[in-house]
């Protein structure tokens, strides 16, 4: 049986180009969630929830927690809007997830 001879470097290249692909492509997917952009906010009850909704979602790219950075309003075609900045303590990268707050109902 004839051993296929490896390249370890040439492999080890690919499977680095193929991660940083993989991790492009859920930064994208964040993107497209809702939260990952201002036309797509998520919808919470009260700007209180709006920190600890944001420290639970983890980062895209290595699953690593976030700490919050900036908490803002934001205020997008007359919507009023929360942007969460978050960095991951693990690979820091930076993203913004979005919020709208609920209007509050009349009494
Ligand atoms: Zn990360």
Redesign the pocket.
């Given at each position: 049986m004839a051993a296929k001879k490896s390249r370890p470097r040439t492999k080890q290249r690919e499977a680095a180009r193929t991660l940083d692909k993989l991790r492009a492509a859920r930064q994208r997917l964040f993107e497209l969630q809702p939260g990952g952009s201002p036309e797509q906010p998520l919808q919470v009850v009260s700007a209180a929830v709006v920190e600890a909704q944001a420290e639970s979602v983890p980062?895209p790219?290595?699953e690593?927690k976030h700490d919050i950075v900036e908490h803002v309003a934001v205020t997008r075609q007359g919507t009023r809007l929360r942007e969460a900045r978050l960095r991951?303590r693990?690979?820091g990268?930076t993203r913004s997830l979005w919020f709208r707050i609920q209007d509050a109902l009349p009494n």
């Open positions: 980062c790219r290595c690593g991951c693990q690979c990268t």
